[in-house]
């Protein structure tokens, strides 16, 4: 039980350290004006890796179409709120925008272990559009046994 406690501990004393250090950027980047054409010349993305203690996942922040967007490799299966608690809602009160899910053709139904290969190699690629993104990535087989 003090595990769970630890861990509960952990994982809200992340969740405010990321939001007072998203506050504080774009709070920032406001009053000295630093999202630029120079800024925006890389890409137009904050890419947030996400760890809740059993998943990885990132956020990005699209500057080009102002957007919240959640990259996961896991299938939307359950509400965004079940799925991701209150992070991505959190958020919105920093930029007024709703999270929306990244849909891509490799995501998982049943892989629960490779989320730390996804998300690396979503941030080596992700330039702000799932269309024509290409990660190398294979969507999951989903093989059925025959009974006996």
Same mark, same amino acid.
């Given at each position: 039980?003090?595990?769970? $406690?630890?861990?509960?501990?952990?994982?809200?004393? =992340?969740?405010?350290?990321?939001?007072?250090?998203?506050?504080?950027?774009? #709070?920032?980047?406001?009053?000295?004006?630093?999202?630029?054409?120079?800024?925006?010349? =890389?890409?137009?993305?904050?890419? =947030?890796? +996400?760890?809740?203690?059993?998943?990885?996942? !990132? !956020?990005?922040?699209? #500057? $080009?179409?102002?957007?919240?967007? /959640? /990259?996961?490799?896991?299938?939307?299966?359950?509400?965004?709120?079940?799925?991701?608690?209150?992070?991505?809602?959190?958020?919105?009160? #920093?930029?007024?925008?709703?999270? @929306?899910?990244?849909?891509?053709?490799?995501?998982?139904?049943?892989?629960?272990?490779?989320?730390? +290969?996804? +998300?690396?190699?979503?941030?080596?690629?992700?330039?702000?559009?799932?269309?024509?993104?290409? @990660?190398?990535?294979?969507?999951?087989?989903?093989?059925?046994?025959?009974?006996?």
């Amino acid at each position: 039980m003090n595990a769970i $406690k630890k861990s509960r501990r952990a994982d809200y004393n =992340f969740k405010m350290n990321f939001l007072v250090l998203v506050y504080n950027f774009f #709070i920032e980047a406001n009053q000295n004006r630093w999202i630029s054409r120079k800024m925006l010349s =890389f890409g137009g993305n904050f890419l =947030f890796p +996400v760890y809740t203690g059993i998943h990885h996942y !990132i !956020i990005c922040y699209n #500057i $080009k179409r102002p957007q919240w967007e /959640i /990259i996961d490799n896991r299938a939307q299966e359950m509400s965004m709120e079940d799925t991701y608690g209150d992070l991505p809602w959190n958020l919105r009160e #920093i930029v007024n925008l709703e999270p @929306t899910v990244v849909t891509m053709s490799w995501q998982t139904l049943d892989n629960v272990v490779d989320c730390g +290969v996804f +998300v690396m190699r979503h941030l080596e690629s992700y330039m702000g559009s799932a269309n024509g993104w290409s @990660t190398g990535l294979r969507a999951e087989r989903v093989c059925s046994l025959p009974l006996k």
